[in-house]
């Protein structure tokens, strides 16, 4: 069966190694030496608003439309846009984190804090993923035409082109 959504499907699997390393980052935090944690923790926040939020934010503008469209109704993607907002929550913890530790090695009572929100950062996007993939797109695949799935991947090169200018 051809998939008419591969690309999202291929966009999310190019962001999971991203994703997985707030993860690793979280298991290592008490090993790595501070300049390599500062570096990751760096490293994660540049992934965060300068890819994740920005799939976040072409979904709710160019994709979930077409969902509600195939699904038949209006805020049947409120949920997803819900976690949309936890994401960036907790992108935004992981800023303030990041701006306590700076370049200097996390002190023992900032572990469990920069840990809860690596992981569940983590969590929340993987699950996030897997409602997309497992709901949203096969619903796609089967309900968009050819021409429509491209008229759904310009809108979503634009909105994220307009993402890339501001």
């Given at each position: 069966?051809?998939?008419?959504?591969?690309?999202?499907?291929?966009?999310?699997?190019?962001?999971?190694?991203?994703?997985?390393?707030?993860?690793?980052?979280?298991?290592?935090?008490?090993?790595?030496?501070?300049?390599?944690?500062?570096?990751?923790?760096?490293?994660?926040?540049?992934?965060?608003?300068g890819h994740l939020l920005v799939h976040a934010h072409v979904e709710e503008a160019a994709l979930y439309p077409v969902?509600?469209?195939?699904?038949?109704?209006?805020?049947?993607?409120?949920t997803m846009a819900r976690d949309h907002t936890e994401i960036a929550r907790l992108a935004r913890q992981v800023d303030?984190?990041?701006?306590?530790?700076?370049?200097?090695?996390?002190?023992?009572?900032?572990?469990?804090?920069?840990?809860?929100?690596?992981?569940?950062?983590?969590?929340?996007?993987?699950?996030?993923?897997?409602?997309?993939?497992?709901?949203?797109?096969?619903?796609?695949?089967?309900?968009?035409?050819?021409?429509?799935?491209?008229?759904?991947?310009?809108?979503?090169?634009?909105?994220?082109?307009?993402?890339?200018?501001?």
């Amino acid at each position: 069966m051809d998939r008419l959504t591969q690309p999202l499907r291929d966009e999310h699997a190019s962001l999971r190694p991203q994703v997985d390393a707030l993860r690793e980052i979280a298991d290592l935090a008490e090993q790595l030496p501070p300049t390599e944690l500062a570096a990751r923790l760096a490293a994660a926040t540049a992934f965060l608003h300068g890819h994740l939020l920005v799939h976040a934010h072409v979904e709710e503008a160019a994709l979930y439309p077409v969902v509600e469209w195939a699904i038949g109704g209006m805020g049947a993607t409120a949920t997803m846009a819900r976690d949309h907002t936890e994401i960036a929550r907790l992108a935004r913890q992981v800023d303030d984190v990041r701006s306590v530790v700076g370049s200097g090695p996390v002190r023992p009572d900032e572990l469990p804090r920069l840990r809860q929100v690596l992981y569940g950062l983590h969590a929340v996007i993987v699950l996030h993923f897997a409602k997309e993939e497992e709901i949203y797109l096969p619903l796609l695949d089967e309900r968009l035409s050819p021409d429509a799935a491209a008229r759904l991947f310009a809108s979503m090169d634009e909105e994220a082109a307009k993402e890339a200018a501001a």
